[in-house]
């Protein structure tokens, strides 16, 4: 399974993205999933990930502004970003855990 991520862009602070993560095959047997991001110079953090049946977890840092879902029947996860904060600027990958597959990245940029 190949993963392909997509939806990033160049925003206003305090706009909307939703950010899509799209299977090349079947998701409902590859587990949990999840979503991370990267800034310039700093570590790769998990932002949020999601069950195979849709139970999601949080990063403190961003728990109230996103939500993270998953459609197995259409092979894809999405990472829904409210209010956009300069801070969320980076490159977001999406991977699934257990077979440690990533995707490319998407890049978000947040300008103030």
């Known amino acids: 399974v190949q993963l392909q991520a997509s939806g990033g862009g160049l925003v206003q602070a305090g706009e909307s993205l939703r950010l899509s993560c799209v299977a090349s095959?079947?998701?409902?047997?590859?587990?949990?999933m999840a979503w991370h991001r990267q800034a310039a110079g700093k570590q790769r953090e998990m932002v949020a990930a999601?069950?195979?049946?849709?139970?999601?977890t949080y990063a403190d840092s961003v728990k109230g502004r996103i939500t993270i879902s998953r459609d197995n029947d259409k092979n894809t996860m999405y990472l829904q970003i409210n209010n956009l904060k300069p801070e969320d600027t980076g490159v977001y990958y999406c991977n699934a855990i257990a077979s440690n597959i990533w995707g490319q990245g998407t890049l978000v940029t947040v300008s103030s």
């Open positions: 095959g079947s998701i409902s047997r590859i587990g949990a």
């Open positions: 999601i069950s195979r049946v849709g139970s999601p």
